[in-house]
């Protein structure tokens, strides 16, 4: 129940496209939502963040939607740049539960 | 500043060396964290220093030895490893502990157990 769905595993991506992740989690007791991206050789660095009771966020070309009732969030990417390839891990946590559990992460290439 | 430093960034080592992991953040965060990341997989959890409490993951081996001198500084004790243990070692603060809000990752030690 603490576990975190993701996919796709990988996905290409042409540059000016539209990347989509999806994830989806079992425990209605999360109640924030972060999506962190991470290069090669570094460590993950907080991308975008959600809480339950928003339906969408937008931060430039990162947009998170999130369906309460689906008990599921996704990540879009907007015209998306070949520096956007990396891997991209989508989690969840609750305050009183110090841990954030992570998805299995996808990784994204954007190809010219 | 508004990192968080690791050292050393490479680090190969024999099963039968002792061998420490350096961690530091000037943040003011009150909560420490060590992940351990293999190739193609999300972090995993291995220690928590939270208003200078341990919490341990239990399917950690004793052979990993978490230590917290003060507020900005996170050790990692190393002792008689395993091959498998070969992983990038993250260390990560938080002024928020459990809300994710602003996990702050160092780039990570590169640790090859041979």
């Known amino acids: 129940q603490q576990q975190v769905k993701q996919s796709p595993q990988s996905l290409i991506v042409q540059k000016g496209g539209i990347s989509i992740i999806n994830c989806a989690y079992e425990?209605?007791?999360?109640?924030?939502f972060p999506w962190y991206q991470q290069f090669p050789g570094k460590g993950p660095a907080l991308l975008i963040a959600?809480?339950?009771?928003?339906s969408e966020k937008k931060e430039g070309r990162f947009t998170i939607s999130f369906n309460k009732s689906a008990k599921q969030f996704s990540l879009h990417i907007m015209d998306s740049q070949p520096g956007d390839s990396a891997t991209y891990f989508c989690?969840?946590?609750?305050?009183?539960?110090?841990?954030?559990?992570f998805g299995p992460g996808t990784s994204l290439s954007v190809i010219p | 500043d508004t990192e968080v430093t690791q050292t050393p960034k490479h680090l190969v080592m024999g099963m039968t060396n002792k061998k420490s992991l350096k961690c530091e953040q000037h943040?003011?965060?009150?909560?420490m964290y060590w992940y351990k990341q293999k190739a193609k997989k999300p972090p995993e959890l291995m220690f928590v220093?939270?208003?200078?409490?341990?919490?341990i993951n239990e399917s950690v081996p004793s052979r990993f030895s978490p230590e917290c001198p003060n507020s900005s500084l996170l050790n990692l004790h190393l002792h008689a490893l395993q091959p498998e243990d070969s992983a990038l070692y993250l260390c990560?603060?938080?002024?928020?502990?459990?809300?994710?809000?602003?996990?702050?990752f160092g780039s990570g030690t590169r640790l090859t157990v041979v």
């Open positions: 990560a603060s938080s002024q928020t502990p459990g809300q994710g809000l602003d996990y702050t």
């Open positions: 425990n209605t007791a999360f109640d924030y």
């Open positions: 959600i809480r339950p009771d928003v």
């Open positions: 989690a969840a946590s609750y305050a009183s539960y110090d841990k954030v559990i």
């Open positions: 943040m003011g965060h009150r909560a």
């Open positions: 220093y939270s208003y200078e409490k341990l919490s």
